[in-house]
């Protein structure tokens, strides 16, 4: 069954870090280049970073220089570092496969709070 657990937001001040970590399901896992997505109050969801199996990472100009993706294959984890954070940060941060459609699966997301 396909499953995606995300965790580690918060509420943090600016320029200050978070990590978020992903657990998930085999069946989305395996070979799948992962990526993480986030979702602004009013916004649609959006890219912003992707790992491949092999660990090659590409990100979006908002977050470049400061996020940080990696992963865990052998525990099937994924993870999203976030140093400098802004207030237009703030949103819900989901994990999933690159490229991933809106009737895919999903999990809850955790929210990032940017706010001093």
């Known amino acids: 069954q396909a499953q995606l657990v995300e965790s580690g937001g918060g509420l943090v001040q600016p320029g200050g870090s978070l990590r978020l970590s992903c657990a998930v399901s085999e069946i989305i896992f395996s070979t799948s280049t992962m990526a993480w997505y986030r979702q602004a109050p009013g916004n649609q969801r959006e890219w912003i970073a992707t790992?491949?199996?092999?660990?090659?990472?590409n990100y979006a100009d908002s977050v470049k220089g400061r996020f940080t993706i990696s992963r865990d294959n052998a525990n099937r984890m994924v993870f999203l570092q976030m140093n400098s954070l802004k207030p237009e940060d703030t949103a819900v941060y989901y994990c999933?496969?690159?490229?991933?459609?809106?009737?895919?699966?999903w999990g809850q997301g955790t929210q990032v709070t940017v706010s001093s």
């Open positions: 790992i491949s199996p092999a660990r090659t990472r």
């Open positions: 999933n496969k690159v490229l991933a459609r809106e009737d895919d699966v």
